[in-house]
């Protein structure tokens, strides 16, 4: 029973160790001569000028992060439309089941005027 589980463990620890190597490879090889020219922002080759710390409106994070939730659970919609036969009557129970969860966070989010943009 435990040799199943050999492969799994030495991907996760694989999956611990190396970025943990990689970023101490990393701090010990970078260049360590920071200069002015090399601490200016480069971003858009402009200086900024005014307050750079500008507040957004929450609307924008909010269309956002609705957009991403909506995405990914339509994502799980495209393995079910593939097997949707072989399914059976319980595999549209749960999808419909599936939607109309979708359906009430579409509702909730509407009700807390999180799409509305002004």
Known sequence: MLTNYAGLGIILIWGMVFPTLLLLLAKLFYPKNPTPVKLQTYE??????????????????MYALIFVAFDVETIFLYPWAVKFQSLG??????????????????????????????
Do not use: D, H, N, R
């Open 89 to 118: 009557l319980f595999g549209i129970v749960e999808m419909f089941i599936f939607i109309a969860i979708l359906l009430i966070g579409f509702w909730y989010a509407w009700k807390e005027g999180a799409l509305e943009w002004m």
């Open 44 to 61: 858009c080759g402009l200086e900024t000028q005014g307050e750079t710390w500008v507040q957004f409106k929450i609307s924008y994070f």
